[in-house]
């Protein structure tokens, strides 16, 4: 046993500014360290990191785990910067449905009242794009998300936001992280009771104001064709899964707003519930996840599915093609999107002349194939929306005159308007419902509106090769298997040959980011970066068919994706 790891072990359970019940928890496994090994290297092999984004950690007492303690930490610092850059302010504080996230909201709401910063807490259980809205709403200073998305049941989360609305992007993150490593004093943080900060006028809880005017913006800025919607939105027989967590209440009452009013909820998964029990993962890119609302889809003859992840930011759709289902991933959603709203924007005279479409670097250069035919702008940030919103910041401060259109990325992340400055799953779920019920009224489900697509702009495939690898030993892993992606020393790939090859840690005009890139003669693509949220690396193949018919174009694209994805396998399971 390392005997380091031992010290700062028995120092937390040592430590009375810890309750005694927490540190019974470490007590129980200094009984037996030998046993236990793993699990207090785990706990205490590292403080838990505050990266660019925040905190996300398996829940439990210890230096590596979410707990109210690393939440205080962590909204201390928080609040450090914004008494240093402010002098004084407010917070936005929301939560998911996830173990503890409410406890948690409410201990950062203790050390933001403690500090002099007022605390708005949710009064319910909302999605992240709430939160994103809410910051803006209350001319807030920051924002706090209290969620680890998608991850299982054992996690939870910290998101940092700015006061845009946005997530924290340098130089703010990193002096947020200065802040967060320099708190080595647990009794140096303030804290009140949320009970004492009300009292004191320091904290309060949100009122329907809030998700009004958040149901507005919907309404106002992302439907396109509202009489579309209230006059016919009963014709098309929608099927929802919350997955357990925060998007039933808002997205099924803007669906009503908006006159779709045929929708099924998935009774079994529609209740707040942090253990998660009727799926192994609750991620609408899974589609297992999806299981008990493809099956009613099916049974009821409905013609689409829709399901939100815990925080409702992503959003997963099934279509009910032929009487089959038909899933498609996050980069066809987009397209979909995307060209909808310049088709209507155009339509109606409401295009902008200097219109901005915003994705990923992984996301599908079909999005810029689409742009170009309206004559709409594309750019490109890393992955991850706080990026792009952090480039609308940008655009806006610097009075460019572009005018935001669209954001996403293919992990099933769209953001249709910039009242959010985060990805959006509540306002995704009511512009696809436009989409589908615009195709289905001329008698096409979403797969024939994809095809029209393809037919008219080419054949493009993408996909996601995702690789988990947990604590430790799999961080380990993931380092050296980009260690050896970074020093591949051959000519090609997987029979591709490489005509250049990326490596993002140097910038590239872009932050700098643990990415890499290989372009192929042929003009397909390899990325692979790690997650930043989650213990896995991610590999993005990109192909681009041009010859044959649409079946032969689909065809061979997907023998291409196999052998690079077969290739990639071969070399991780060595690394």
């Known amino acids: 046993m390392d005997q380091n790891i031992l010290e700062k072990a028995k120092s937390w359970s040592s430590n009375p500014y810890f309750a005694p019940e927490d540190r019974f928890e470490i007590e129980q496994l200094l009984k037996d360290p030998t046993k236990n090994e793993v699990e207090l290297t785990e706990r205490f092999y590292r403080d838990l990191e505050f990266g660019t984004g925040g905190l996300r950690a398996p829940m439990g007492m210890g230096q590596n785990r979410m707990n109210k303690y690393n939440v205080r930490r962590a909204t201390q610092a928080l609040a450090t910067l914004i008494l240093k850059k402010f002098g004084t302010g407010s917070a936005v504080i929301s939560y998911d449905s996830r173990h503890r996230s409410k406890e948690f909201a409410l201990e950062a709401a203790g050390v933001f009242a403690a500090n002099g910063i007022k605390a708005y807490v949710m009064h319910d259980l909302a999605p992240t794009p709430v939160l994103s809205f809410g910051v803006r709403y209350h001319k807030a200073q920051a924002g706090i998300m209290i969620t680890a998305s998608h991850n299982p049941p054992i996690y939870n989360g910290f998101k940092a936001f700015w006061n845009d609305g946005a997530q924290v992007v340098p130089p703010v993150d990193k002096e947020i992280i200065s802040a967060y490593n320099e708190l080595t004093n647990w009794n140096e943080i303030k804290f009140l009771s949320f009970d004492q900060a009300q009292e004191q006028g320091l904290a309060e809880w949100t009122d329907q104001k809030l998700d009004e005017a958040f149901y507005q913006v919907i309404e106002n800025k992302v439907i396109q064709d509202r009489s579309l919607c209230l006059e016919h939105g009963s014709e098309l027989s929608i099927v929802y899964t919350a997955l357990h967590g925060s998007g039933l209440v808002p997205c099924l009452e803007i669906l009503k707003r908006l006159g779709f009013k045929n929708v099924q909820s998935i009774k079994d998964q529609a209740s707040p519930d942090g253990r998660f029990p009727t799926v192994k993962s ?294």
Not at 285 to 290: N, R, T
Not at 323 to 350: C, D, P, R, V, W
Not at 491 to 513: C, M, Q, R
Not at 553 to 560: C, G, I, M, T, W
């Open 282 to 575: 609750p991620n609408p890119e899974d589609p297992k996840a999806l299981k008990m609302a493809v099956d009613c889809m099916l049974s009821s003859k409905a013609d689409i599915v829709y399901g939100t992840d815990p925080d409702c930011d992503r959003l997963g759709v099934v279509v009910n093609h032929q009487g089959e289902a038909a899933f498609i991933n996050g980069n066809q959603i987009a397209l979909l999107m995307l060209h909808y709203l310049l088709s209507k924007k155009t339509e109606f005279k409401k295009l902008p002349q200097k219109g901005l479409i915003i994705k990923s670097i992984v996301t599908s250069p079909m999005q810029n194939t689409i742009a170009e035919d309206f004559g709409i702008k594309v750019k490109d940030t890393l992955t991850g929306f706080k990026w792009m919103a952090g480039l609308i910041r940008d655009l806006e401060l610097k009075n460019s005159g572009e005018e935001f259109i669209f954001a996403s990325e293919e992990s099933f992340g769209y953001m249709p308007h910039a009242e959010s400055r985060d990805k959006d799953g509540v306002s995704s779920v009511s512009l696809m419902s436009e989409v589908a019920l615009f195709y289905k009224r001329q008698g096409k489900t979403l797969i024939d509106a994809l095809d029209d697509l393809y037919k008219k702009y080419g054949y493009f495939y993408e996909s996601l090769l995702s690789q988990d690898y947990e604590g430790l030993a799999g961080s380990q892993k993931i380092n050296r298997i980009m260690d050896f992606f970074r020093k591949y020393p051959e000519t090609h790939f997987a029979g591709e040959k490489i005509v250049a090859k990326e490596d993002y840690e140097l910038g590239l005009n872009l932050p700098k980011s643990n990415v890499l890139s290989f372009s192929f003669e042929s003009g397909n693509k390899l990325f692979l970066r790690p997650s930043g949220t989650e213990p896995k690396i991610k590999f993005y193949v990109m192909v681009r068919e041009t010859s044959g018919d649409l079946a032969t174009k689909k065809s061979n694209a997907l023998k291409k994706v196999q052998i690079i994805e077969k290739q990639i396998q071969d070399f991780t399971e060595k690394a």
